[in-house]
């Protein structure tokens, strides 16, 4: 199965700040059909997980601009431009190129 | 809109079954596989496998392929996970989910919470 790791495993912000949070795979994303299937979820306490960003950098419906992905093949990062303190909650990072889909041990962005 | 409308919660003996349910509705049933998801309290996230509605085709994490059976009924758009052999490590919150493979799981359910307990 494709390991996905995130860091940090927790991420202390002031609202107002940049967060940055980084999804490793341990091998390449990129599907046969020349997609990279790496998605965001956050995950907010006492809630199901909400779709953020799908193939890397394609914000989800409804989906704030202050949210970002980017990244390639095996390395990819999530960006909040300017927190705010709705964006609390766990994030995970996933993969659905391969089978089975997997996803990260997940960030808890947390208030300083 | 799109909802995944998921059962109520789980109590249940150790070796015992439950059988969950996920309604689903705002989108054509047979369009999205059904996938499902576990959680363990404070723990990340784990595939357990999908149903197609439109064919009956199942796929199962490997992990999963003696404990969860999938089922999905066309005329009254719901999918059901069944568990068997309750074991504690099967205390966990269940979410049905969406996709169109290979593509995001986009609208989850509010998960089921089973409790396996004596």
């Known amino acids: 199965d494709v390991v996905m790791t995130q860091t940090p495993l927790s991420l202390p912000v002031s609202l107002g700040d940049q967060a940055s949070i980084s999804c490793r795979s341990s091998?390449?994303?990129?599907?046969?059909?020349?997609?990279?299937?790496l998605h965001w979820y956050l995950q907010k306490p006492g809630q199901s997980p909400k779709l953020l960003i799908y193939?890397?950098?394609k914000r989800f419906s409804g989906v704030p601009d202050r949210f970002s992905g980017s990244g390639s093949g095996t390395d990819f990062t999530l960006k909040i431009s300017r927190v705010e303190a709705e964006d609390l909650g766990v994030y995970f990072c996933?993969?659905?190129?391969?089978?089975?889909?997997?996803f990260g041990g997940g960030t808890k962005l947390e208030i300083k | 809109q799109v909802q995944l409308q998921q059962s109520g919660a789980e109590l249940a003996r150790p070796g015992a079954s439950v059988k969950m349910s996920c309604k689903a509705s705002g989108y054509m049933f047979t369009t999205y596989t059904i996938h499902w998801v576990k959680q363990r309290p404070g723990q990340g996230l784990d595939w357990i496998g999908y149903?197609?509605?439109?064919?009956?085709?199942?796929n199962y994490n490997q992990k999963f392929k003696d404990k969860a059976t999938l089922a999905a009924d066309k005329s009254s758009t719901t999918a059901y996970m069944q568990l068997n052999s309750l074991t504690s490590e099967d205390s966990a919150v269940y979410y049905c989910?969406?996709?169109?493979?290979?593509?995001?799981?986009?609208?989850w359910g509010q998960g089921t919470s089973v409790t396996v307990s004596s």
């Open positions: 996933s993969q659905s190129t391969h089978v089975p889909p997997t």
């Open positions: 193939k890397i950098s």
């Open positions: 149903i197609n509605p439109s064919s009956g085709f199942t």
């Open positions: 091998q390449s994303l990129v599907h046969s059909n020349g997609n990279t299937y």
């Open positions: 989910t969406r996709r169109i493979d290979p593509d995001a799981m986009d609208f």
